[in-house]
């Protein structure tokens, strides 16, 4: 059902429940080593809800150097994320890129989320990882163990706030690597 939402840029408005634990692990091996293509990289960008309803998708695989806004889901709009896990995910990207979310902007809300593994974008910039670029949003009650690799603007949690970012009840734990503008 992932994959169906990946590819069905007329339903990314709906609202979404999850209703078990997702192995991704086979995400490594899909389209020619490229892995799972992120959800909403539009357009349209993904502006409906999805509640993973306490429940986890584990051993996520993106291989996409080449592309920006990289994640679960890429971009983001007016949108809910809410009590869901990403653990052991694998993300190669060129920038704005997070475990849960690419670029999430405009009035979002991510509550009780978690990641965990490695995001890498070496040359890139808005590398976090939960969320790699965040604008006009809001995050609680989360939290990353994720290791992050990236250029500038970077962070464990998210690698860019910018515009009235509140993030509150949040943290991060995983080693962030980085050249500049770089944090916890």
Partial sequence: ??????????????????????DASSTAYWDAGAGFSPIGSGPPS???????????????TINRPAMNNVGLFSIVSN????????TNVDITSNGSVGGLVGSF??????SNCY???SVDAPGGYGVGGLVGHANQ???????????????????GLVGECAYSTFISNSYSTGNVIGVYYTGG
């Fill in 1 to 22: 059902n992932l994959y169906w939402l990946s590819q069905n840029t007329s339903d990314l408005h709906k609202h979404y429940i999850q209703t078990a634990d997702i």
């Fill in 46 to 60: 993904f502006d409906g809800s999805y509640n993973g309803n306490g429940y986890t998708i584990d051993g996520l």
């Fill in 79 to 86: 949108a809910t994320i809410q009590d869901l896990s990403v």
């Fill in 105 to 110: 902007r405009q009035s979002s809300i991510i």
């Fill in 115 to 117: 990641s965990s593994g």
């Fill in 137 to 155: 949003t809001f995050i609680s009650n989360s939290y990353s163990t994720v290791n992050v690799i990236g250029y500038g603007k970077s962070g």
